[in-house]
């Protein structure tokens, strides 16, 4: 039997549900909190020209390339920032690094992300499966489609089956990352739902030197093949000015872009997920009980 669709947000008017065949879900926002005001910019910003969606932003990027990059606000003024975010009603995602700061996340977001790197941390994804909260496991670069199902296992293990798997593309020789959308199907075979990174995944990592760079001119040509494939959200990094954002610039969408955007993987989405193209049998690999 399938799983039931995963929700989150305290606003009615701004839910945003994952999986069960309902229609695609959008996470969203810049890569590091830069500023209070610039969260509540762009989360309004983006909310008018995509409507429902949420809004991701890390309060410590502590996997940056070089010891001089930008990292962000920190624990506990980060954390202040996106509860006052979610207070006005925005669903709000963001990842740790430390099962210790597993507890004071879940107070204020809805979903904790588990990045890429840290996928196999079993105290980790644990500390997270026991808040309660959405986890969203990235699937690191280093991981095989379907193995990535043994870190959802070990969240399962503390009874929350609210879980996320997110694909964002393999190592493919150095500074390079390359997507196989056959990954796609074999993750959703675990039943959660199967969420598309599209601007890491464009990414190339350390390729700057002490930064990574980026190639956002093929986001969209991933994030439609992506969608086509029948999956159940998409993730982008999201900037007004690209160019001065403080993390991830390079592999980022320009705001005034993004509406665009996501009207097309809305309009593919609808598609493969109409009876009219569905009705020669579900195409939806089974679920894991």
């Known amino acids: 039997m399938a799983r ?10 701004r839910t945003v549900a994952f999986g069960a065949g309902l229609p695609l879900a959008i996470i969203a926002g810049p890569c590091v909190i830069e500023s209070e005001q610039h969260v509540h910019f ?8 995509i409507g429902r969606f949420v809004f991701k932003a890390s309060f410590d990027k502590a996997n940056r390339s070089s010891i001089h990059s930008y990292r962000g606000p920190g624990l506990r003024e980060g954390l202040r920032i996106l509860s006052g975010l979610r207070q006005s009603g925005f669903p709000v995602l963001t990842d740790i690094h430390e099962p210790a700061q597993a507890e004071a996340a879940a107070e204020a977001v809805d979903i904790l992300q588990i990045p890429a790197f840290l996928c196999r941390q079993t105290d980790l994804l644990v500390e997270a499966g026991r808040t309660g909260r959405v986890v969203n496991i990235k699937k690191g670069q280093f991981v095989a489609p379907r193995d990535i199902l043994h870190a959802a296992e070990k969240v399962a293990s503390t009874g929350n089956t609210r879980i996320l798997l997110t694909e964002r593309g393999s190592c493919f020789g150095y500074n390079n990352l390359v997507v196989d959308m056959r990954g796609l199907r074999m993750m959703r075979e675990s039943g959660f739902p199967v969420i598309f990174d599209a601007t890491h995944s464009v990414q190339l990592p350390g390729a700057g030197g002490d930064r990574s760079e980026g190639q956002p001119e093929y986001i969209e040509t991933l994030a439609r093949a992506a969608v086509a494939t029948d999956i159940d959200g998409v993730f982008l990094e999201v900037h007004e000015a690209p ?19 996501i009207a097309r993987l809305r309009a593919i989405d609808a598609l493969v997920k109409s009876e009219a193209f569905q009705e020669g049998g579900d195409s939806r690999p089974p679920s894991i009980s």
């Open 243 to 261: 160019e001065r954002a403080l993390s991830d610039g390079a592999n980022s969408v320009r705001l005034e872009r993004v509406g665009r955007l």
């Open 4 to 13: 039931p669709g995963i929700e989150v947000g305290s606003s009615d008017a």
């Open 42 to 49: 762009l989360a309004a910003a983006l909310e008018e020209r």
